[in-house]
């Protein structure tokens, strides 16, 4: 991925947030320590979270609501959770695993940007061009997802 795509990304992935640039260079950091990885596993998807503000929610209590979604509970199971959700992931489209993703919610904090760093990195192991952004790449693959459900 060309440098200015990744500066693009993390803007408008922090700009989706309401974060504003000062926190740019954490999650670039972040993001060339994550991309390089060879297979989407759990151990760098948590390292990402946690640069982003986050911890995993695998302690009873640890419960999140998202506008009107309501995900698990934090428990002990998190981890395995999330590592299913990760399992096969490369034969998903980033759509779809982003949508699971952001469904189980594992994390206290930085879900979102958790979340477009894993559509990222699918939308690179899958050869995918994510030069026009994540809102507008998410905005067609949502159309042809839509349809292909009808």
């Known amino acids: 991925m060309r ?3 990744l500066d693009r990304f993390v803007r408008e992935s922090n700009n989706i947030e309401g974060i504003g640039a000062d ?3 954490s999650m670039a950091e972040a993001l060339e320590d994550f991309m390089p990885h060879k297979a989407l596993e759990v151990e760098p998807v948590i390292k990402f979270a946690e640069a982003m503000g986050g911890k995993l929610r695998d ?3 640890m419960n999140v609501r998202v506008g009107s979604h309501t995900p698990i ?3 002990h199971l ?3 959770l999330l590592a299913t959700v990760l399992l096969g992931a490369e034969d998903d ?3 779809d695993l982003h949508h699971r993703f952001e469904a189980l919610h594992p994390f206290t904090d ?3 940007r958790t979340g477009r760093a894993i559509w990222l990195w699918m939308m690179n192991k899958q050869g995918l061009d994510p030069s026009l952004g994540f809102l507008h790449t998410w905005y067609y693959q949502s159309l042809r997802e839509a349809r ?3």
């Open 3 to 5: 440098e200015f795509e």
């Open 23 to 25: 926190n740019d260079d």
């Open 59 to 61: 302690q009873p209590g």
């Open 73 to 75: 509970g934090g428990c």
């Open 78 to 80: 998190m981890g395995h």
């Open 93 to 95: 489209s980033p759509h």
């Open 110 to 112: 930085g879900n979102g």
């Open 148 to 150: 292909s459900d009808d």
